[in-house]
Structure formats: structure tokens, C-alpha cells
């Protein structure tokens, strides 16, 4: 999981769709829970050009993977709050994410609330994943924070999304190795030659896969990686424009 940014509807969505998604929104207010009807409006909303408007604008805020795991094949309109459960929230743009198949038929329906009624799961468009999880750059392993305030919400996400499951960490490991790899190429080559200088380029890709636990290297790397990490984008001032978009 890593920080998304998504911007205002108006920033992104035309008139039309901006229109659409308000006035479907104030009918779908209208449903109770688990209404029937929620099932029909979303089926109509699929077959217009404000779904496509609005698939096109989600995959500039999240480069076309999913919110959760990061997985790249990511063609589903996730929406954070269930829409049969929060009907009213169907139409919202900022309760749109994307999301892969598996991650979506995980979620279906299930939203963790609190004691109190606060929501458990982590939305990485308003929350820094950073805050509740570290990734271990040698296994790929998603731990979570010891912080008694969060954990609670990074156990639920965690849990639910399985985020520590073999074939995400495996992939995060190998993210993690191929790009410290590179970083010590860049330190150790002199002049640093173009062809590191393009597969480092490339890992950092914002529509590349797995790059929050390369977020965390960068941001908040674990003591035995910290020089490395200056050192590089020291001596190569690019890695932080290449990987600014996402950092």
C-alpha cells in the first residue's frame, strides 16, 4: 500500500460527469441499505461515459494499480465505503479507489468499524500507510506499527487485504533488492552509465508495482540502508525527480 493523492472532482472530471455523479447521487440517497436498487443504478452508471471519464481519472491517481496492494491489474471502481452499505456514497468521487479482482472480492461488503464507530481500514488517499506499516527490505514482510493508537487499523487492513500473503511479499522482496542494487551501482560506477541509470529509472516508474516499500527506503530507510540511500541520490540528484510523483 502506498500514499495516493487524489485531487478535487472538478480537477479531473469533466462538467458532464460532475453533473451525472450529483445528480445520481442525490437518488441514491434515497436507498436504504442493502436496497436492491443499489445493484440497477450501479449496472446503468457502467454502461456510460462517465464511467469511462471516471476510470480515467482514477487511473491517473492511482497509475492504474490497485489502492491496496498495488497489484498493476487493477479495472475494478473500488469503492472504500461498501455502496450497499453506504448508498449514499456510491456516486462520490473521493469514495472511488481502484481495485484488482482479488482485493475487491476480499472486500465485498466488509467495512471494520471501531468501539465507536470509526472506520478501521486504512484509505490511502486520506491516510499515510507509512504511519501503520514497515516493510522489511530483505524478506518483503508487512509488519505493523507498535503505535497502541494505530495499530488497530493497521491490524484490520492487514488482515483483511492479506497483505503479508507469500505472493505480495515475495514481489515486494525482489522490488526492494533490484532497486538496492541499483542504488549501489549508482555509488559505486564513474561516471554512473546510462544503462543503471535507465533501469533505475524505470523501477521507479510511478505505474511500476510495489513501489511503497521503495517509498519507505526512501523516506524512512532502516539504519543499514540510510548512507546507501544518500549516497545515491547524492551522486545522482535524478533518483528523487524520477521517483517524485509517488514520493
Known amino acids: 500500500m502506498i500514499r495516493l493523492r487524489r485531487p478535487a472532482d472538478i480537477a479531473v ?3 458532464s460527469t460532475r453533473a451525472y455523479l450529483d445528480r445520481k447521487s442525490t437518488a441514491a ?28 481519472a482514477l ?15 487493477a479495472k475494478d471502481i473500488e469503492h472504500f465505503h461498501p455502496k450497499s452499505i453506504y448508498p449514499n456514497r456510491m456516486f462520490a468521487w473521493n469514495n472511488f479507489l481502484r481495485g484488482c479482482k482479488n482485493c475487491n472480492n476480499v472486500k465485498q461488503s466488509q467495512f471494520p468499524l471501531d468501539g465507536v464507530g470509526g472506520r478501521l481500514l486504512i484509505d490511502p488517499c486520506e491516510d499515510e ?28 487492513t492487514h488482515e483483511l487485504f492479506s497483505l503479508d500473503q507469500e505472493p505480495l511479499r515475495e514481489e515486494r522482496r525482489n522490488k526492494a533488492l533490484d532497486v538496492l542494487y541499483l542504488l549501489a551501482r549508482v555509488v559505486e560506477e564513474s561516471p554512473v552509465r546510462k544503462q543503471t541509470q ?21 523516506k524512512q530507510p532502516p539504519p543499514e540502508f540510510k548512507l546507501l540511500v544518500e549516497a545515491a541520490t547524492t551522486k545522482l540528484p535524478d533518483i528523487l525527480n524520477w521517483s517524485g510523483e509517488w514520493l
Request: aromatic share 10%.
Open 129 to 156: 500507510p507509512l504511519e501503520y506499516f514497515t516493510w522489511d527490505m530483505m524478506t518483503g514482510a508487512a509488519g505493523l506499527t507498535p503505535d497502541p493508537s494505530r495499530n488497530p487499523r493497521a491490524m484490520a
Open 198 to 218: 535507465d533501469r533505475l529509472r524505470d523501477h521507479l516508474s510511478p505505474n511500476r508495482p510495489w513501489l511503497g516499500i521503495i517509498r519507505q527506503l526512501f
Open 13 to 15: 472530471l469533466n462538467a
Open 59 to 73: 487511473n491517473a491517481v492511482t497509475h492504474g494499480k490497485c489502492a491496496y496492494c498495488e497489484n498493476i491489474a
Open 29 to 56: 440517497s434515497a436507498f436504504p441499505p442493502h436496497d436492491p436498487g443499489i445493484t440497477t443504478a450501479w449496472a446503468a452508471f457502467l454502461a456510460t461515459a462517465a464511467r469511462r471519464d471516471v476510470e480515467q
